[in-house]
């Protein structure tokens, strides 16, 4: 019903920034949340961060708290991860996801996700 595209992954040194992007089409009416996620390879999928699509709530992860800023963009149906002072630790394949009803970081309680985009932090 909602479809998720991500968008803004790459390559980058230690210390430096990316701006992940996610656009929503489809049933887009139906959102109520959306919020990011990542893996590492033989790692569990972790929480990063969130926010409500009315834009009054968010939250975010301790790993990210201080250098991360999600944000959303109603009028484009996208959904921002602004990240600063990357770290190694960072890399990662990073998803968005949608929630019809939850706002939180439990990961089985979103109801839609993208393919990911690959981030890799390099020293």
């Known amino acids: 019903q909602v479809q998720l595209v991500e968008s803004g992954g790459g390559l980058v040194q230690v210390g430096g920034s990316l701006r992940l992007s996610c656009t929503a089409s489809?049933?887009?009416?139906?959102?109520?949340?959306m919020g990011w996620f990542r893996q590492a390879p033989e790692k569990e999928r972790q929480f990063v961060a969130a926010v409500t699509w009315s834009g009054e709530s968010t939250y975010y992860a301790s790993s990210g708290k201080g250098r991360f800023t999600i944000s959303r963009d109603n009028a484009k149906n996208t959904v921002n991860l602004q990240m600063d002072n990357l770290k190694p630790e960072d890399t990662a394949v990073y998803y968005c996801a949608v929630s019809s009803s939850y706002f939180g970081s439990v990961d089985y309680n979103y109801d839609y996700w993208g393919q990911g985009t690959q981030v890799t932090v390099s020293s």
């Open positions: 489809g049933r887009t009416f139906s959102v109520y949340a």
